[in-house]
């Protein structure tokens, strides 16, 4: 099964700041990976697919890149509306094999 | 305007089943996998099981196969997710999310997600 780990788990960061958020699957998943947003009490929101294709609608400041097994989801300039918990998830190899990373949360520094 | 809606909260107890709906509108029904995917409250997301509206094809999580069920009513652009035998550890928020275009690679992408509905298991 593949795993998808995230770093760090948790970031406090300031409103301007550049936050960089990583996630390393287990074994090779070229560029199958997805970013998602979740703030609390709602659904989560794809905001990078393909490792580094913006959906639509979603800012520029947020930007994705890697492949393989390294990943790097990036905020340009963190904006009040940013502070979530992020998640990476693999769509190398499924279904079978665990597709979620555990998760990220940015929290106002 | 894509939107997937989906059933209200749910209490039940435990050794019961729950089934719960997403009506999905904005698109062709039957060109996109339907998924189903839990959050239990604290944690993360696990993907549960999909279904393929074109033909009903469904594809199911290892640790859940057995007790979940998952259709899809093209009459009504409805998809239903069902759990059977629920314990405690059931207690999450249960959302569907549309997959990318079927044939596509961005089939396990879930571009769009319902609101969640919340299922508690309790005596």
């Known amino acids: 099964d593949i795993q998808m780990t995230q770093s760090p788990s948790s970031l406090s960061a300031s409103v301007g700041d550049r936050v960089t958020i990583t996630c390393r699957a287990s074994q090779r998943i070229s560029s199958y990976l997805n970013w998602y947003q979740q703030k609390p009490g709602k659904a989560p929101k794809l905001l990078i697919y393909?490792?580094?294709s913006l959906q639509s609608g979603v800012p520029s400041r947020f930007s994705g890149s890697g492949s393989g097994t390294d990943f790097t989801l990036t905020i340009s300039s963190l904006q009040p509306e940013d502070f979530a918990t992020y998640y990476c998830q693999q769509s190398y190899k499924t279904p079978r094999s665990k597709t979620f990373g555990q998760g990220t949360k940015v929290e106002i520094k | 305007e894509v939107q997937l809606v989906q059933s209200g909260a749910e209490v039940k107890k435990p050794g019961a089943t729950v089934k719960i709906s997403c009506q999905v509108s904005g698109y062709t029904f039957t060109d996109h996998y339907i998924h189903w995917l839990q959050q239990a409250p604290g944690k993360g997301l696990e993907w549960l099981g999909l279904v393929d509206p074109e033909n009903g094809e469904t594809i199911y999580a290892e640790e859940i196969q057995g007790r979940i069920s998952i259709t899809a009513d093209t009459s009504t652009d409805t998809a239903y997710m069902d759990l059977s035998s629920l314990r405690s550890e059931d207690t999450a928020v249960y959302y569907c999310?549309?997959?990318?275009?079927?044939?596509?690679?961005?089939?396990?992408?879930?571009?769009?997600w319902g609101q969640g509905t919340k299922v508690t298991v309790s005596s």
């Open positions: 999310a549309r997959g990318g275009v079927v044939g596509t690679t961005t089939i396990f992408t879930f571009q769009i």
């Open positions: 393909g490792a580094s």
